[in-house]
């Protein structure tokens, strides 16, 4: 029995073998909008899923759900130019304007909203069955998507949203152990994560001109500066901002995720933080708020439901959220480690109203 928040619970395709894991999910416009008014509580007819491949010679891949159905119609195999597949994570992914951003790799990357809507009307292309992907894909008419542009970010890029004016961009991080150990000057206040949000022009694209690059570990990686940013917990792999809340989708493995919400952040007062990326020569200010200190100490609600929940998205009504466990590379063995972990197979639409009471 599904709890009375949720609106609707739709079967999440791909999982029916090990090929492909869902990552990422947004609503998609049946037509391009000006960003700001995107997130305006309209019934929103598709819905994008993304997936990561088990094996790195697969690119990663968007699927396109009809809500009306709950059907996959159309697939979207992912190229960062022509001939070389994307097989990032995947492990968010948001629309902005003329964009759809999939984020992997502390880089977001920006396809075309246009195409995809255009193929979606496609009814000629008749699908072709290919080595390497779930059964259940092949039955989808498929369109290769290439990047039109990618765009460094101050952030893991574990998961990313889109509020109607920010694309917020997250880390994953576990406070101890080396996998998955925080970026040494997102730690702040107490958390050892961030959020970074990048305003973005009337076309969806990031406005920071700002760049930067650090060291972490052995590597230098390339940033640019945040105009915002939001420090949160270990192990969230999902946010969005609604309105007066903010949904985080907190998960590790075969334990019950968490789906907590906040006060919006964004409506108190910010702190000035200055920080000084290591083996930068330079600091930045921004703006920053932090969840879990002052008035946001406590969530307003927060309850357990199925494990190996992901990235969310809100469109202004609804909050959605994707879940990996249905994948045959974990569910099994999951329920091998907890016997009583919470599965679904499906993804949910929520109303973060009857959720937060």
């Avoid at 995107?38 to 759900?65: A, C, M, T, W």
């Avoid at 998507?145 to 880390?171: E, N, P, Q, R």
């Avoid at 703006?287 to 609600?301: E, T």
Wanted: one cysteine or more; glycine letters at 8%.
């Amino acid at each position: 029995k599904l709890p009375s928040y949720v609106k609707d619970a739709i079967f999440i395709p791909g999982h029916d073998s090990k090929e492909m894991i869902c990552q990422g999910i947004a609503y998609l416009p049946e037509k391009v909008m000006e960003p700001s008014e995107q997130p305006n509580g309209s019934y929103f007819r598709y819905i994008l899923l993304s997936y990561y491949p088990k094996e790195s010679d697969q690119p990663s891949h968007l699927i396109v759900v009809d809500r009306n159905t709950g059907k996959p119609i159309k697939r979207f195999p992912l190229y960062k130019k022509s001939g070389k597949p994307y097989t990032g994570h995947a492990g968010g992914v948001a629309v902005a304007g003329k964009y759809v951003w999939v984020a992997s790799g502390r880089c977001i990357y920006g396809f075309s909203t246009q195409e995809i809507i255009n193929f979606i009307s496609d009814t000629k292309t008749k699908a072709v069955a290919e080595d390497g992907l779930p059964d259940s894909f092949d039955s989808l008419p498929s369109y290769r998507l290439t990047a039109m542009a990618d765009y460094d970010v101050d952030s893991k890029a574990s998961f990313v949203s889109f509020d109607g004016k920010y694309i917020w961009v997250g880390d994953f991080a576990k406070g101890i152990g080396k996998e998955y150990s925080p970026i040494k000057h997102h730690k702040i206040m107490g958390k050892n994560a961030w959020v970074a949000g990048y305003l973005v022009d009337s076309d969806g694209y990031p406005t920071s001109t700002e760049e930067y690059s650090y060291k972490d570990g052995d590597d230098t990686e390339y940033a640019h500066k945040p105009d915002v940013v939001v420090a949160i917990n270990d192990f969230v792999q999902g946010l969005a901002f609604c309105d007066k809340y903010i949904a985080l989708s907190i998960s590790m493995g075969p334990i019950n995720s968490r789906l907590a919400m906040y006060k919006n952040p964004l409506d108190s007062k910010s702190k000035k933080l200055t920080y000084s990326p290591e083996g930068c020569d330079k600091s930045f200010t921004v703006d920053a708020w932090v969840l879990g200190s002052g008035l946001m100490k406590k969530s307003l609600k927060t309850v357990k439901y199925s494990c190996g929940s992901e990235d969310m998205e809100y469109d202004g009504k609804n909050l959605y959220v994707t879940f990996e466990c249905s994948s045959q590379n974990y569910s099994q063995s999951w329920k091998n480690i907890n016997p009583t972990v919470k599965m679904t197979e499906d993804f949910y639409i929520i109303d973060p109203e009857k959720k937060k009471k």
